[in-house]
């Protein structure tokens, strides 16, 4: 069934409308091929518009993943928050703090990817105003995490926005290595010698986060 064909939005309701199914478009592909080899064509393709119609709602390809990067960050932010809540601040370790930033961040695969092409590239493909409000929620879903994190372990400030950013590099960084779901990682898996490069990202970042915690909240630092 081909895909429907849109005509110009002429309502504000009507132009959200066609940027959510732009953004819903670009999130499915980038989940199936991966943000990097997502084109401006293929989302356009997708969601049965031309590619310079689309240009009407986002000014480069770069922002519509910027914007996805936004929405995830706020979501990552608002699931870790919660679980950090139900954590007996009592009775917590450094690895039960870990364990809920890595899980959360693995349970999100497109945030994940998104991490490590943000800086690289789609920050740079876009507008100052875009990047600056993409900086503004994401420091503060940043800043609002690290302080959770201070909730259960006995951290400073500057120590709950290190973990953050350490959790968040780190994320990006593996997951990129790990390749999921790519021939790479087939390559990788089905060659002896290149075994060590196989990463599971869920346990290796939940050690190193663990390490850093316990480095942290150790008496007398």
């Known amino acids: 069934m081909p895909p429907p064909k849109f005509e110009r939005a002429r309502s504000a309701e009507a132009k959200r409308i066609r940027e959510t199914a732009i953004l819903e478009a670009a999130a499915r592909l980038a989940g199936e091929h991966g943000v990097r080899a997502v084109t401006l064509t293929d989302i356009a393709g997708d969601v049965g518009m031309h590619k310079s119609a689309m240009l009407r709602y ?8 910027l914007r996805l990067a936004t929405d995830e960050w706020t979501r990552w932010s608002r699931d870790v928050r919660d679980q950090l809540e139900r954590l007996d601040a009592e009775h917590s370790r450094a690895e039960d703090v870990a364990g809920v930033l890595a899980e959360a961040l693995v349970a999100r695969p497109l945030f994940c990817d998104l991490l490590a092409h943000t800086p690289l590239n789609l920050e740079r493909g876009v507008s100052f ?3 600056r409000a993409f900086k503004v929620g994401a420091i503060a879903e940043a800043e609002a995490v690290g302080a959770a994190v201070c909730e259960v372990l006995p951290l400073a400030p500057e120590q709950g926005g290190d973990v953050v950013a350490t959790a968040t590099a780190m994320a990006g960084a593996l997951w990129q290595m790990a390749a999921p779901g790519t021939e790479l990682r087939r390559f990788y ?8 490069a196989v990463v599971d990202v869920g346990p ?3 050690g190193i986060l663990t390490a850093l915690l316990r480095g942290y909240a150790a008496p007398g630092r």
């Open 204 to 206: 290796r970042l939940t």
């Open 189 to 196: 898996q089905d060659t002896p010698e290149l075994a060590h």
């Open 58 to 65: 986002f000014e480069t390809r770069e922002e519509i993943f």
């Open 129 to 131: 105003p875009a990047v």
